[in-house]
């Protein structure tokens, strides 16, 4: 019986991954995101970004549970302004738009469903959490760089801006010196 | 100069933040289209499998680096009122290492894990869990690490300006790299994939 159900449940992710359209081209799906880059600098005078927008969450979440120590806090106040919610930033309404802008496009090419994304030869629980740490080296890394791949080697990339480049060229330092050695959990 | 609209008073902050949600539809639309909700296909950069992040990511550096500059040279758009994140040099080689070091840990980048949890990958949404509770840490740690975090205050600064080269030129330089980086990239892809055949066959 159990077995039956594997199977079952097999056949269906088996279906799903043909059903699943291939990715767009890399060139054009540039030329779109390069487009979405330029419609925000034309229309508000600013680019893409991400690590901003968590930012601002982790500000809003501090001030909820200690209003005084967030002010206090030189890294949390700059997100913390008198009279707005500090949610209501530019950042956090972009990610917002792009949670759904990609379920949208997921949904389009048949690409939605759970799943974990590793090699075979790591579990499940290694996997989770090695994303828990990569998402957390790459937070403290995206604050002392003043932004991530979005903010700075996309957007400042695209303006020529010298701190961007330079964020940009470590981040494939930094991912090239150390890929070799995390291959097991992606092959 | 009409552009850029916000800063130039054409429509106010709650119509920003609009705007914010709709940039934001076509920004996410485009990273899960180019399969950047995919852990495997980014990391696949690091691995010379499949160099997509870079073909991606200096085709829209490209094609928003002209469109700014042909729009200046138009008269249209005022570069001078586009936001740069100020350079501090020695924290943003740090920072640029960590998040190197993050994205092959992790397997994706912030903006890539939320296209990755909205298509509903597991590992995407505990990376966002990760990046939250890393940036908590860095908060609370601030008093500590600020030293690190001004190191190398140089102000605004561009390319240009440093390497005293006309904007233009430099500007034609960039894409004079993107189209070599890209012949290069597809020649990486041709060899690994010719090194990979035998030993899957």
Redesign the interface.
């Known amino acids: 019986m159990a077995s039956v159900t594997h199977d079952v449940v097999h056949e269906r992710a088996a279906e799903k991954a043909r059903m699943a359209q291939p990715?767009?081209n890399?060139?054009l799906?540039?030329?779109?995101?390069?487009?979405?880059?330029?419609?925000?600098?034309?229309?508000?005078?600013?680019?893409?970004?991400?690590?901003g927008a968590?930012?601002s969450?982790?500000?809003w979440?501090?001030s909820l549970v200690a209003p005084g120590y967030a002010k206090s806090?030189?890294?949390?106040s700059a997100y913390l302004e008198e009279g707005t919610h500090p949610l209501?930033a530019?950042?956090v309404?972009?990610?917002?738009?792009?949670?759904?802008?990609?379920?949208?496009?997921?949904l389009l090419?048949g690409?939605?469903?759970?799943?974990?994304?590793?090699?075979p030869r790591v579990s499940v629980g290694t996997?989770?959490a090695?994303?828990?740490?990569?998402?957390?080296?790459?937070?403290?890394?995206?604050?002392?760089?003043?932004?991530?791949?979005?903010?700075?080697?996309?957007t400042?990339?695209?303006?020529?801006?010298?701190?961007?480049?330079?964020?940009?060229?470590?981040?494939?330092?930094?991912?090239?010196?150390?890929?070799w050695f995390?291959?097991r959990?992606?092959? | 100069m009409s552009?850029?609209?916000?800063?130039l008073g054409a429509f106010g902050d709650e119509a920003?933040?609009?705007?914010?949600?709709?940039?934001?539809?076509?920004?996410?639309?485009?990273?899960?289209?180019?399969?950047f909700?995919?852990?495997?296909?980014l990391?696949s950069?690091?691995?010379l499998n499949d160099l997509?992040v870079f073909?991606?990511?200096?085709?829209?550096?490209?094609?928003?680096?002209l469109?700014?500059t042909y729009?200046s040279w138009a008269g249209f758009?005022d570069l001078s009122?586009?936001?740069?994140?100020?350079?501090?040099?020695v924290?943003?080689?740090?920072?640029?290492?960590?998040?190197?070091?993050?994205?092959?840990?992790?397997?994706?980048?912030?903006?890539?894990?939320?296209?990755?949890?909205?298509?509903?990958?597991?590992?995407?949404f505990?990376?966002?869990?990760?990046?939250?509770?890393?940036?908590?840490?860095?908060?609370?740690a601030?008093?500590l690490?600020?030293g690190?975090?001004t190191a190398g205050d140089?102000g605004?600064?561009?390319?240009?300006?440093?390497l005293g080269v006309p904007?233009g030129i430099?500007?034609f330089g960039?894409v004079l790299m993107a189209v070599f980086g890209?012949m290069g990239a597809t020649w990486v892809e041709k060899k690994m994939a010719a090194k990979a055949a035998p030993a899957t066959e």
């Open positions: 990715y767009m890399p060139y799906a540039g030329i779109g995101l390069g487009l979405v880059l330029l419609a925000a600098f034309v229309l508000v005078g600013r680019g893409l970004g991400a690590s968590f930012n969450g982790i500000a979440l501090v806090n030189e890294f949390l209501k530019w950042l309404f972009e990610i917002a738009g792009a949670f759904v802008g990609a379920l949208l496009s997921g090419a690409r939605v469903g759970a799943a974990v994304e590793k090699g996997r989770l090695f994303a828990f740490v990569g998402g957390a080296l790459m937070a403290m890394g995206a604050a002392f760089a003043r932004g991530c791949t979005s903010g700075q080697a996309l400042g990339g695209s303006l020529l801006n010298l701190g961007s480049w330079a964020t940009m060229m470590c981040i494939f330092s930094g991912a090239y010196a150390v890929a995390f291959r959990q992606w092959r | 552009a850029p609209f916000y800063k920003s933040l609009i705007v914010a949600f709709l940039i934001g539809i076509g920004f996410g639309f485009f990273l899960e289209r180019a399969g909700g995919s852990a495997k296909k990391v950069q690091f691995y997509a073909k991606v990511m200096f085709t829209a550096i490209v094609t928003a680096m469109g700014v729009l758009l009122l586009l936001y740069l994140v100020p350079t501090y040099w924290a943003q080689v740090v920072g640029g290492l960590l998040l190197g070091v993050g994205f092959v840990v992790g397997g994706y980048c912030p903006g890539t894990s939320i296209a990755a949890t909205a298509t509903g990958k597991i590992d995407g505990v990376f966002v869990l990760g990046f939250a509770a890393g940036t908590l840490a860095f908060a609370l601030f008093p690490v600020k690190l975090y140089i605004t600064k561009t390319l240009p300006q440093v904007y430099l500007v960039v890209f």
